[in-house]
């Protein structure tokens, strides 16, 4: 599994973007995933997850209603759609791997991206 995190930027509260996280490994559909953050001299938390195949979802509860994840198995991609972005959303987010059941723990996760940074303006 090699995942390229992408989409971060600059957006003023309220906006959305959707960030992307391509495996370039060639077993992705493999792999429960999910999306973390950290924000500057915070712990990375846990965002959203998403199960390998029946397409089962999960988000912590600041961003329910608002973030949206996905997946699209034949491409080799993760998604997180962003809407109603508040200035406490600016972080790096990063996307995660894990072979078996997904879970909401970071150790759990055996595979990160780079990590994308994502800046809320207010």
């Known amino acids: 599994v090699q995942l390229q995190a992408s989409g971060g930027g600059l957006v003023q509260a309220g906006g959305s973007l959707r960030l992307s996280c391509a495996d370039s490994?060639?077993?992705?559909?493999?792999?429960?995933m999910s999306w973390f953050r950290q924000a500057p001299g915070k712990e990375r938390e846990f965002v959203a997850v998403?199960?390998?195949?029946?397409?089962?979802?999960a988000y912590t509860d600041s961003v329910k209603g608002r973030f949206t994840i996905s997946r699209d198995n034949a491409k080799n991609t993760l998604y997180l759609q962003m809407n109603s972005l508040e200035p406490e959303g600016t972080a790096v987010y990063y996307c995660?791997?894990?072979?078996?059941?997904?879970?909401?723990?970071?150790?759990?996760?055996?595979?990160w991206g780079q990590g994308t940074l994502v800046t809320v303006s207010s």
């Open positions: 995660a791997a894990r072979q078996g059941r997904y879970g909401r723990a970071a150790a759990l996760y055996d595979y």
């Open positions: 490994g060639g077993t992705f559909s493999s792999y429960s």
């Open positions: 998403i199960s390998r195949t029946d397409g089962r979802t």
